[in-house]
């Protein structure tokens, strides 16, 4: 596109942007944090493809406006966590959505590779896991609970350890992208090919619905969230590789900032997840099978909704503001 016609197809947005930030003419702080993303975006966009233009001072200095509104202004704080999640995180899903994509094309990669390496060498699982573990799990199948390691330890006790865990796990795969990415793949990897094992040894051993009845309970929110996570960790590495038209610090800063906003918004699923294996879990042999495979699916259907398809409708929803007035004449 040419700079003439950009102009001409956002000049009526910005200005009405514009007049927003400096009369204070938002009806809430939600709104200002999605016009000011939109702007971010056409920012990075006339610096991608004109970068000798004048159009970036201005928006540079609008942008910068519009940062002071939404971050140093201390009233509707509640409000602001709330858009954080509402419009902030799902924008940002959006405009990083091929490195979301990405990570879920590696996540079913992985476990394929697990599945496969488990249905060939019967050692494997072993080698991953330990014998310990697959030894308890074998004397849980044959006593007719295979998903007993779930009821070990008390409700809270369980809760509380498995959260940590999971966070642990998701905050590694984030920071171990500075490695360009790599340190994140080999989290995944790890991740994905013990799951891959693991599923193949319950179906080896005939038990695999009362495994799915049991795993995915809490392991729909939980397995989402580590990849959604290693998809921030993707977006750190991507930040380091591919600067773009910004030095290379600068890059990163603005990748790690974008990274640890997705890499918060899991935090919530994470705590849901642990509760779910804390407290519902350790009941899934007792529970009936619509109760067991409705909480899947919900879970499951919820995480997806949230970052997989509500991004398209907030964006959808932000290009169809009108605008009001040229900014330039």
């Not at 709104?31 to 702007?39: C, F, G, K, R, V």
């Not at 989290?187 to 619905?209: A, H, T």
Request: glycine share 6%; proline share 3%.
């Amino acid at each position: 596109m040419r700079e003439v016609a950009f102009i001409k197809q956002n000049k009526e947005k910005w200005l009405s942007f514009e007049k927003a930030v400096f009369n204070n003419d938002f009806k809430d702080a939600d709104e200002l944090a999605s016009e000011y993303i939109q702007l971010i975006n056409d920012l990075a966009y006339a610096q991608t493809y004109y970068p000798k233009s004048k159009v970036i001072t201005y928006l540079n200095q609008l942008a910068a406006k519009a940062f002071q509104k939404i971050y140093k202004t201390k009233r509707h704080d509640t409000k602001r966590i709330i858009g954080f999640w509402k419009t902030e995180v799902p924008l940002i899903c959006y405009q990083y959505r091929k490195f979301i994509y990405t990570a879920f094309i590696i996540f079913f990669a992985f476990t394929a590779i697990g599945v496969v390496s488990a249905a060939n060498n019967a050692e494997f699982l072993r080698s991953v896991v330990g014998d310990q573990y697959v030894d308890n799990a074998i004397r849980n199948i044959e006593a007719g609970d295979p998903v007993a390691v779930y009821k070990s330890g008390s409700n809270w006790g369980s809760f509380i350890g498995i959260t940590i865990n999971n966070l642990k796990v998701g905050i590694i795969a984030f920071v171990l992208g500075v490695f360009l990415g790599i340190g994140t793949l080999w989290v995944l990897l790890k991740n994905c090919i013990m799951l891959g094992s693991f599923q193949y040894f319950f179906y080896e051993k005939e038990v695999f619905w009362e495994s799915v009845r049991g795993i995915w309970i809490h392991g729909s929110m939980e397995i989402f969230a580590i990849v959604i996570e290693a998809a921030a960790g993707l977006v750190l590495g991507a930040s380091i590789l591919f600067p773009g038209t910004h030095s290379r610090y600068t890059s990163f800063k603005i990748g790690a900032k974008t990274g640890v906003k997705i890499l918060i918004s899991t935090f919530p699923f994470t705590f849901s997840a642990g509760f779910l294996e804390g407290f519902i879990t350790r009941y899934s042999n007792i529970m009936p099978n619509w109760l067991s495979v409705g909480i899947i699916v919900s879970t499951l259907g919820l995480i997806s909704f949230y970052y997989l398809i509500y991004p398209y409708k907030i964006q959808k929803k932000i290009t169809q503001v009108p605008s009001l007035r040229p900014i330039y004449s």
